[in-house]
């Protein structure tokens, strides 16, 4: 009876060892899905970062190529306003003289 008794017992310790086991192996396979989900789920992140990256690098650059046409224009409007500024006082001066001119003559012929 004794005996019996002590392999009903070594029994149940196989089969709760199998048990545990068991168990050990569906919560390593758990985790090692997890484990795999997560670095999928990181290496996805770090696609679309890098590819937002890569368009806010762009864009950067296209905002900095924008405001160097800009600076680019204003210089070249700023040079043209300089001298048709200058041509416009040299016409004014012209036209003042040459008044002076016909002022001058008329006098002269009267």
Not at 69 to 86: P, Y
């Amino acid at each position: 009876l004794v005996n019996h008794y002590e392999q009903y017992i070594r029994k149940l310790e196989t089969n709760c060892e199998n048990t545990n086991n068991e168990y050990e192996k569906r919560i390593e396979k758990v985790i090692s899905k997890a484990h795999e989900q997560v670095k999928s789920m990181e290496d996805e992140y770090e696609a679309r970062f890098a590819n937002q990256q890569a368009i806010i690098n762009d864009q950067q650059k296209t905002i900095q190529s924008f405001k160097d046409e800009e600076n680019r224009a204003k210089t070249v409007f700023e040079k043209q306003c300089k001298i048709l500024n200058e041509q416009s006082l040299r016409e004014k001066n012209e036209i003042k003289a040459v008044r002076r001119n016909i002022q001058s003559d008329f006098l002269f012929q009267n």
